[in-house]
């Protein structure tokens, strides 16, 4: 039986104001709601490890949606950082905080982390997926005019692999393509798979 016919006795509610974990839900033939919009201060403790970082937000996240699920609801949340030399690079507040960001970037390798958690009234499962991005080396008006262009203020680390920077500058990945996207959905259909024969 394929997983969305699984699915079929189920609600599946993205809890995403993301339009690429939107797209790359879509794009999987998977059925889902869009959940209400809600508020979630996104802090998380000092001593905590970067990359389990992304973990503890989506767990934070779900546990902060206001609404109460009903015994068929399965709540999706999800959060994506991108780790560099040791520090979490989460969304640019303005475009000269995302060029910083993207200078950093530039020449190394950095790591893009995203956890998972998907919840029921009564059970719950978290997870989460790590791609490593090689970047070449980016000159000044590169990092100027993507800044200008595709205002890259929604995504972590200030890039988005799919756009013009993806295709003129990321040299390699390690792991899932998607995941950088913002969202590693072969991690969740499996995971959802495995969280819907527990039920």
């Known amino acids: 039986m394929l997983l969305e016919e699984k699915l079929a006795d189920y609600r599946l509610l993205l809890a995403s104001r993301s339009p690429r974990r939107r797209e790359l ?23 905590l490890p970067v990359r389990a970082v992304p973990l503890y937000l989506s767990q934070l996240k779900s546990e902060a949606y206001p609404r109460a699920l009903s015994p068929r609801d399965i709540l999706l949340t999800a959060d994506t950082v991108v780790v560099c030399q040791g520090r979490v690079l989460g969304k640019p507040e303005n475009p000269e905080q995302a060029a910083r960001m993207l200078r950093r970037l530039s020449g190394g390798v950095h790591e893009v982390v995203s956890g998972v958690t998907l919840r029921t009234a009564k ?13 070449r080396p980016l000159r000044e008006e590169e990092i100027a005019c993507y ?16 756009e013009w920077i993806g295709l003129a500058a990321v040299e390699k990945i390690n792991g899932s393509f998607y995941n950088v996207m913002g969202l590693p959905i072969q991690r969740v259909y499996t995971e959802l798979e495995r969280f819907i024969e527990t039920l």
């Open 25 to 47: 839900l879509t794009a999987s033939g998977l059925p889902y709601e869009l959940a209400d919009d809600f508020a979630c201060e996104e802090i998380y403790p000092d001593p």
């Open 123 to 135: 059970h719950r499962r978290s997870f989460s997926a790590l791609t490593r991005v090689w970047m």
């Open 147 to 162: 800044v200008e262009r595709f205002r890259p203020l929604d995504k972590a680390g200030a890039y988005g692999v799919q």
